[in-house]
């Protein structure tokens, strides 16, 4: 997961690719809930990791829940059988809605039944988040409830510590037309005190977002609760009713976070070699509403086939055709319609979407300001949003409000037609749902290589180039390469493998040529400072005696040499790069927007040195290292391939007396010129 202040999208021009779902959120948290609530264990497959369901885990702990992984990758939930180990606990639930709703039910009449209180609270978004209606019905029950805060809103005291007599005769009246978690959070809780009697919701007003409620009809189901239903206004919970585990739950994959990648096939042309996006783990046969997203995108002139348990998308008409929707049906997902009205060929409509203005931020208020920065036209209204395309395209910073949907939305602006880059502010928002939604995206989408940035660190040796470069890329969110490691790490790879290396050996043109193979095929990995190579941090092993003199050897091979030529430019991947080295900004990427040339007095690199050796145990020679760096920089200078010299466009740091925060920041200073975001420093 990208956890920088932004993200810089470059423009995109085609996708194609497997993209493999996580879980989806609405079942990860109620299937976690059922299996609590229930009698016996449950291994929960496939579940959802993120924010969202990481806060319900921990509440279920706190409550008493052993949870234990198992070897197969499943969660295995104890259940506790309707029972309260723990009776007082103050939980926490971040801005998760799928968790909040139903456990607020639950613990209330857990509490009122066994004699418990809890207090349950949030970030302040979820403290802006009505729960009245959820609250009103539970207090129609008996349960004392308590709003600590505002009236209406968490946080909230649940339970005061005495039993209650629940008042089960009546029919529980709760409103339908705010949000449908209110009406879920009742029926994945009532199960617990209908033992002797039936339990009957009434829901007033239109339900909306109904699909939602099928998922939770059909989980209980799964877990032996078959609820009676009177059209979408009447619901009973048998008497008798009882929750028991099903053994073994799969999660299916997130119908809302496929709506993205539907959307990423219906905007992008295929890439070369590919048949468009295929999407696994979720598919035509999914119990979630969201899954009708599949009709809207085919609407607006998207190609989409699909299976139970797949689905295949292509571009289809393009532009694509706008649309007038009533969204009931598909809440969160129709979002990414929004996106997909930027590249539509007149105005589109999105309808009954009240419940935008209560999610994680005021959506339909997001989604305006936000089309409204990239140049489109937008009117919004209390239940509605719509919008026509831009006629002229603008680079745009989006601010994502914390918001998951929002983030993954707007990344798909990056296929404007304009070719220009976007900026998501906040991307580790999307940890929400999809902590690996910005890889996976990287990993089907294809840009025109000079659009993928490069940032250049060429420099002396002991400058600090890796350093320096590694931290530019941690806060970019860019891929690093220390390309003073390549000789090396070839040599490595080639004593493992045992191939000689001695001057007769790679004299022989098959040992050249495999020596070049296998440095074309390196699998490496740099950030953080360290190095891997295969999967295995190697950075200690590089600094040896014996990989120094492999480097050696193998550097003057020219299969060698090309081959790493190949490679250090075919890391120039999305969403962008950070070379250091000798010869980045001359030789390897002459084309990079942002060339840094790297030095310091000789007297400095060499007192950084003897320090560093010094820390190590290492015995040096302040002498002795100034007199070898001066000689380095003389053979470097003159050397006649790619000899030390600074590009002619690169900006000179001489960091003999800044620190690397300070080096850091005139680097991402500079780079915050290059860019055509007019809100290129700020950084919500």
């Known amino acids: 997961m990208f956890s920088t202040a932004f993200l810089d999208l470059p423009p995109l021009q085609a996708a194609g690719g497997t993209v493999r779902l996580p879980g989806s959120k609405s079942i990860s948290n109620r299937v976690l809930l059922l299996a609590a609530l229930s009698a016996g264990h449950t291994d929960v497959v496939d579940l959802l990791d993120s924010d969202d369901t990481q806060v319900m885990l921990q509440a279920l702990r706190q409550l008493g829940c052993r949870i234990e992984p198992q070897a197969d990758g499943a969660l295995r939930v104890h259940g506790l059988g309707g029972e309260l180990p723990v009776r007082e606990a103050a939980l926490f639930m971040g801005n998760a809605g799928t ?70 005769d009546e029919a529980i ?55 009676q239903r009177d059209g979408w206004q009447r ?40 048949d468009g996006i295929t999407i696994e783990g979720v598919g035509l046969a999914s119990i979630q509403g969201d899954i009708r997203f599949v009709e809207a995108a085919r609407a607006m002139g998207a190609d989409v086939q699909g299976e139970a348990n797949a689905l295949r998308i292509r571009r289809g008409a393009w532009p ?99 070719g220009l880059p976007v900026r998501i502010l906040d991307p580790r928002c999307v940890g929400k749902t999809f902590p690996d939604y910005f890889e996976s995206l990287f990993g089907v989408c294809v840009a025109d290589p000079q659009h993928i940035p490069v940032i250049c660190v060429d420099g002396p040796t002991a400058s600090g180039k890796g350093t320096l470069s590694s931290e530019l890329a941690a806060r970019l969110g860019y891929h690093w390469l220390d390309s003073g490691a390549l000789y090396r790490l070839v040599g490595l790879a080639a004593t493992r493998l045992g191939l000689a290396l001695d001057e007769a050996a790679l004299q022989q043109p098959g040992q050249a040529q495999r020596l070049g193979e296998l440095a074309a095929g390196l699998n490496l990995r740099f950030a953080d400072h360290r190095i891997w190579l295969d999967g295995q941090d190697v950075s200690e092993d590089l600094r040896t005696e014996a990989a120094g003199m492999a480097a050696s050897r193998v550097s003057v091979v020219p299969q060698v040499r090309q081959a790493l030529l190949e490679l250090q430019r075919g890391m120039r991947r999305l969403p962008g790069l950070v070379a250091d080295g000798r010869d980045m900004g001359t030789v390897i990427f002459p084309d990079a927007p942002l060339k840094v040339y790297l030095t310091a007095s000789a007297e400095q690199r060499a007192e950084r040195r003897h320090k560093q050796l ?59 010129g290059k860019v055509p975001f007019a809100e290129g420093r700020e950084q919500h």
């Open 320 to 418: 694509l055709k706008a649309i007038d929707l009533d969204c009931n049906h598909i809440p969160d997902a129709a979002m990414t319609l929004a996106v997909m009205a930027l590249f539509a060929d007149g105005t589109t409509t999105l309808r009954n979407i009240a419940s935008w203005r209560v999610k994680e931020t005021d959506r339909i208020a997001a989604m305006a300001i936000e089309c409204r920065k990239l140049g489109a036209t937008v009117e919004e209204g209390a239940d509605f949003i719509r919008i026509t395309p831009p006629t002229g395209w603008q680079a745009a910073s989006i601010h994502t409000y914390d918001d998951h949907r929002v983030a993954m939305c707007f990344s798909l602006a990056a296929f404007n037609p304009a």
């Open 173 to 227: 009246r709760v409103r339908g037309d705010v949000s449908s978690q209110f009406l879920t959070a009742l029926l994945l809780a009532l199960p617990l005190v209908a033992q002797t009697q039936a339990i009957t919701i009434e829901v007033v007003g239109e339900l909306i977002s109904r699909p939602y409620i099928e998922i939770t009809l059909n989980l209980l189901e799964r877990f032996g609760v078959r609820v």
């Open 614 to 672: 010094i820390s190590k145990g290492i015995p040096a020679r302040l002498d002795d290292l100034l007199a070898d760096l001066k000689a380095r920089d003389e053979r470097d200078s003159n050397r006649s391939h790619a000899p030390l010299k600074p590009a002619e466009d690169a900006l000179m740091l001489d960091n003999s007396s800044l620190d690397i925060e300070s080096s850091v920041q005139q680097v991402l200073n500079w780079w915050q």
């Open 235 to 274: 619901f009973t919970i048998p008497a008798g009713s009882r929750y028991v585990s099903p053994g073994r739950m799969p999660v299916e994959g997130d119908a809302s976070s496929a709506s993205y990648f539907i959307a990423l096939g219906a905007i992008a042309p295929a890439a070369p070699g590919t």
């Open 99 to 168: 968790a909040m709703r139903p456990l607020t039910a639950a613990l209330a009449l857990l509490a009122a039944r066994h004699g418990g209180r809890f207090e349950l609270s949030g970030v302040p978004r979820m403290h802006e988040r009505p729960i009245g209606d959820l609250v009103d019905a539970l207090r129609q029950l008996g349960c004392p409830v308590d709003c600590l805060g505002q009236p209406g809103y968490p946080p909230l005291r649940l339970g005061n510590g005495a039993v209650q007599a629940l008042k089960l």
